[in-house]
């Protein structure tokens, strides 16, 4: 299986994260206080690529950051 597009949109969130000034464990507190259940290792692979988002996690991650979809894909 090809990760390179997985690769690519988790670092577009990470350059996201990085604008809001959050740390991993930060944005991680954020998706779970709205109901989104990623931990900080969580965050940590899909910004390197190494696990798959679900369509709500991405859309949990576009209100977390506060950014558009556009933002966080390619």
């Not at 290792?41 to 209100?63: C, F, M, P, T």
């Amino acid at each position: 299986m090809d990760y390179s597009y997985d690769f690519v949109v988790g670092q577009q969130i990470r350059a996201a994260r990085e604008a809001c000034g959050l740390t991993q464990e930060e944005l991680a507190a954020r998706l779970q206080t709205s109901g989104c259940d990623l931990t900080r290792s969580a965050v940590a692979k899909i910004e390197v690529g190494q696990r798959h988002i679900y369509v709500h996690e991405l859309r949990a991650l576009r209100d977390a950051l506060n950014v558009p979809f556009d933002q966080l894909l390619p």
